[in-house]
């Protein structure tokens, strides 16, 4: 059996495809396009590519969206100061401060960050009010990258309603939205960690697997129910070719994409696993164009909440 992709490069495109109009809609009833405030700082490679995503598919729906830079060098105030002016600023709407912040910053920052955003502005759904909403089921605004997981299953018509789901991670930026969208959606959630005992066969239990644990090829074929939908959050870059080819033969398309770039972005579930499961995100393709297109809509749902009050 070959699973079937669940393909987030398309859903993503349906998304945006339904944010212009919305867009268009907005502009013109408040003389302004809905704006989005980036706040990046530091030279983080990773950031750099995604904050680049944001920005350009910002302006292919209508969206403004500005870049606030700020070096590595940067201090933590500097970065609040930068949110203050934004929470203030009748142009913004939305907020996103890309993560991570530098380490100098200390572990504490990215909390002192999204702490200070404006609810109504923070379209990442991080803050403690909107964390709190979605407990309740009463969020307008989620997290990105869990939401556009929602998506992806109900467009692909994969059922979640009476389904067993298994996260696997249990961040506050992805697993536990994560599991509370499933909730909310009447699955039946487990959230698996580090300290999850037997966690191959917990897993294995599912009929939606989760993977958000940001290691290469983790989720084994030992960990999947046949049939069962697989979404793979991970993602990390590989530079090891002994790791790369245990992963993917010589010949292959992924294993000649490596050749040629010297390093490889891998997702949290092994390349084994579409043998047995029934569906299955890529990586890439899968559930990163999606965190974009909520971040749009997001965006686009805040305006119309500002607008509207």
Do not use: W
């Not at 704006?35 to 950031?47: K, N, Q, R």
């Not at 870049?67 to 203030?88: C, F, K, M, Q, Y």
């Not at 793979?232 to 790791?243: C, K």
Request: glycine content about 10%.
């Amino acid at each position: 059996m070959t699973a079937r992709v669940l393909d987030g490069t398309a859903v993503a495109a349906a998304l945006r495809a339904e944010a212009a109009p919305a867009v268009a809609a907005f502009t013109a009833r408040a003389g302004r396009p809905p704006g989005l405030g980036i706040v990046l700082v530091g030279d983080d490679p990773a950031s750099e590519i995604y904050v680049r995503g944001k920005l350009k598919s910002a302006g292919e729906v209508g969206l403004r969206a500005d870049l606030e830079r700020l070096p590595a060098t940067a201090s933590l105030g500097d970065v609040l100061a930068i949110v203050d002016r934004l929470n203030h600023s009748d142009a913004h709407d939305g907020i996103l401060v890309q993560s991570p912040l530098p380490a100098a910053m200390g572990a504490d920052a990215e909390r002192h960050v999204f702490d200070a955003i404006n609810p109504a502005k923070d379209v990442d759904g991080l803050h403690p009010a909107n964390v709190g909403r979605l407990v309740q089921n009463r969020a307008a605004l989620a997290s990105c990258t869990p939401a556009g997981v929602i998506e992806l299953l109900e467009r692909s018509n994969v059922a979640i309603s009476g389904a067993r789901a298994v996260v696997i991670g249990r961040s506050d930026i992805v697993g536990k939205p994560m599991a509370l969208l499933l909730l909310h959606r009447n699955a039946t959630v487990t959230i698996c960690h580090s300290r999850t005992v037997d966690l191959p066969n917990v897993a294995a239990e599912s009929d939606i697997l989760v993977a958000a644990v940001g290691r290469a090829a983790f989720v084994t074929r030992a960990f999947v129910k046949p049939g069962a939908a697989v979404v793979d959050i991970g993602t990390t870059q590989v530079s090891d070719r002994a790791l790369v080819e245990r992963l993917f033969p010589p010949g292959s398309k992924r294993h000649e994409a490596f050749l040629r770039r010297g390093s490889l972005v891998v997702g949290d579930v092994h390349p084994e696993v579409a043998e047995v499961a029934g569906a299955l995100t890529p990586v890439p393709g899968g559930v990163g164009p999606l965190t974009i297109a909520m971040l749009l809509k997001n965006t686009v749902r805040a305006a119309e909440d500002r607008l509207g009050r």
